[in-house]
T-cell receptor, first 118, second 116 residues
Framework: DARVTQTPRHKVTEMGQEVTMRCQPI?????VFWYRQTMMQGLELLAY????????DSGMPKDRFSAEMPDATLATLKIQPSEPRDSAVYFC????????????????FGPGTRLTVL | AQKITQTQPGMFVQEKEAVTLDCTYD???????LFWYKQPSSGEMIFLIY??????QNATEGRYSLNFQKARKSANLVISASQLGDSAMYFC?????????????FGKGTRLSVIA
């Protein structure tokens, strides 16, 4: 049963600390997304990659957030330094950008990382 | 400007009844896709149904159907024969453009509560 995995599932940290979230996309998927969910803003895109290349990271605060794909099986999202306003659920999603015969390109979501910054 | 609008913050429905969750969207791109996701209290995002802008027929997936009215730019989700397990947040989302798997823009969601 292929699924997107994310670690850690929960993270509590203190303001100023570095936070690293990891995502393993479904094997063979070439597009990876990072979304953030908060009560106030809802679900919003932070960044996404296709074939490991960043295509859009305009949703990320550039001074503290960074997203990378060291290889096709791992995507990372780092926050340094973290702030209380970063408290949210961070979702990773993966999908295919093109699959012959597929009517649409579904995005498969991971279980999310719940981050609390004190 | 908000691209996806879900006007119902919360809805109640009696078990076994049908319920419609509203979604309107805004885009000038002739090619787009509309998605509905379910988020139960466990927090996972579960894909329910998809409607493409060029699809001639309304999408259906089991008890879920999408009432797609292109001219009105609405894509309402209909859940038939509600079950207690349908209690969750429901998000409408849109992707613009024809090429590739591009980011989704989400609405604020509707919390559905199914009453026994």
């Amino acid at each position: 049963d292929a699924r997107v995995t994310q670690t850690p599932r929960h993270k509590v940290t203190e303001m100023g600390q570095e936070v690293t979230m990891r995502c393993q996309p479904i094997l063979g998927h070439n597009t990876v997304f990072w979304y953030r969910q908060t009560m106030m803003q809802g679900l919003e895109l932070l960044a996404y990659f296709r074939n490991r290349a960043p295509l859009d990271d305009s949703g990320m605060p550039k001074d503290r957030f960074s997203a990378e794909m060291p290889d096709a099986t791992l995507a990372t999202l780092k926050i340094q330094p973290s702030e209380p306003r970063d408290s949210a659920v961070y979702f990773c999603a993966s999908g295919l950008s093109f699959e012959p015969g597929q009517r649409y390109n579904e995005q498969f979501f991971g279980p999310g990382t719940r981050l609390t910054v004190l | 400007a908000q691209k996806i609008t879900q006007t119902q913050p919360g809805m109640f429905v009696q078990e076994k009844e049908a319920v419609t969750l509203d979604c309107t969207y805004d885009t000038s791109d002739p090619s787009y896709g509309l998605f509905w996701y379910k988020q139960p209290s466990s927090g996972e995002m579960i894909f329910l149904i998809y409607q493409g802008s060029y699809d001639q027929q309304n999408a259906t997936e089991g008890r879920y159907s999408l009432n797609f009215q292109k001219a009105r730019k609405s894509a309402n989700l209909v859940i038939s024969a509600s079950q207690l397990g349908d209690s969750a947040m429901y998000f409408c989302a849109m992707r613009e453009g024809r090429s590739g798997n591009t980011p989704l823009v989400f609405g604020k969601g509707t919390r559905l509560s199914v009453i026994a």
